[in-house]
């Protein structure tokens, strides 16, 4: 009788021993890393700001490929929440929600893990600007392990094994956007340039394997047509190119460029903003002559040559000091070969609401 007491009592010391400790072991952590990534600030914080990016570096989001992910809301905004669910017990079940962003600087999320710990942590990533091109990226982590799980902190460095995590993931970062060209700022010619072409190359992605019953499909009596879509822009950018050269032609009036309200963005979004319809004049309304992808896209493609040649050959300065009078209020030159590219992003937007009717002819 006396031995079971005594092994009672030795049992119960070391239980004891190390809930006794538990009390006097830390209960929270913080984990932060850092990278510098040889790109701009914002064209850095615009990858990072989603969290769905997440999955093309983080190292938690690749351990489990047969993880499940749901997502809440809309990515790059607050209250945005992306929702994991894995049987791999390294990346358990959880959530991570978007709490705070402060534009170009810093994302504050909330991390809320379930299985296979229940704890609510939160964590952020921030972008500073070191040089031109050149941007440091921190990750931080705070982590909290309640009584008397803290005692797992004793034998497991999880500042080590989470710091870890996170630079392999910001390596990974630095990996995936120095592998992306530098974009180019709003308002230099570089950006105008880069716009153009990008425009050109999602017009004919679009277009360029497409069927003459594809081509030539309606989705109502009403509605344009793909082709007659290229027909008003190749249409268009001749005469919106030929209108833009001529206020050029005109003598520079640099004392009115603060009459000029929209800017460079504002004129973008205006431009591609498909809510809102316009009816084109009847000399640019196409009447769905293009049978064959590739005449549509070479006819395109000689309209937009000579713009791309008074572009590299023109001064940004110069095409600023040509103000103007356009559908869009008082704009500058700059803005006057701006709007083309808008204008073919526009309708190329029209073209991608054609091909996603259900009507639509099966390629």
Not at 46 to 60: C, E, I, R, T
Not at 188 to 193: E, I
Request: proline share 5%; charged share 25%; hydrophobic share 35%.
């Amino acid at each position: 009788m006396k031995f079971l007491k005594n092994l009672l009592i030795v049992i119960i010391v070391i239980i004891a021993i190390p809930l006794i400790a538990a009390l006097f072991v830390k209960k929270d952590y913080k984990v932060t890393r850092d990278v510098i990534i040889e790109r701009p600030k914002e064209m850095v914080f615009d990858y990072v700001k989603y969290l769905k990016n997440q999955n093309n570096y983080g190292k938690w989001a690749n351990i489990d490929p047969n993880m499940k992910q749901t997502f809440e809301g809309t990515d790059g905004t607050v209250g945005f929440v992306s929702m994991w669910e894995s049987d791999n017990n390294e990346v358990g079940t959880g959530e991570q929600e978007i709490t705070k962003i402060d534009e170009g600087k810093r994302i504050e999320y909330e991390f809320r893990f379930k299985k296979p710990i229940e704890s609510t942590s939160p964590g952020f990533m921030s972008t500073e600007e070191i040089a031109d091109n050149q941007t440091k990226v921190t990750w931080g982590f705070n982590g909290h392990m309640n009584y008397p799980m803290n005692l797992m902190m004793l034998f497991m460095d999880f500042e080590s094994l989470i710091g870890n995590d996170l630079q392999v993931g910001l390596d990974k970062l630095k990996e995936i956007l120095e592998s992306q060209p530098i974009e180019a700022k709003v308002g230099t010619k570089a950006f105008l340039l880069q716009y153009f072409n990008q425009t050109t190359d999602n017009l004919i992605a679009d277009v360029s394997t497409l069927t003459e019953a594809q081509l030539t499909f309606k989705p109502a009596p009403d509605s344009w047509s793909v082709s007659q879509c290229l027909e008003h822009i190749v249409a268009s950018e001749k005469m919106l190119f030929d209108m833009a050269k001529k206020e050029m032609e005109k003598p520079a009036q640099p004392e009115l460029k603060d009459q000029v309200k929209t800017s460079d963005t504002a004129l973008i979004s205006m431009m591609t903003d498909r809510s809102k319809k316009f009816q084109a004049p009847k000399e640019l309304q196409g009447t769905g002559e293009y049978k064959d992808p590739q005449v549509a896209i070479n006819d395109f493609l000689a309209a937009r040559k000579p713009v791309l040649e008074y572009i590299e050959n023109t001064d940004v300065e110069n095409m600023r000091n040509h103000i103007s009078d356009y559908p869009t209020g008082k704009s500058d030159g700059y803005q006057n070969l701006l709007f083309i590219a808008a204008h073919c992003a526009r309708h190329t937007k029209q073209i991608e609401e054609v091909m996603v009717n259900p009507n639509f002819p099966k390629g």
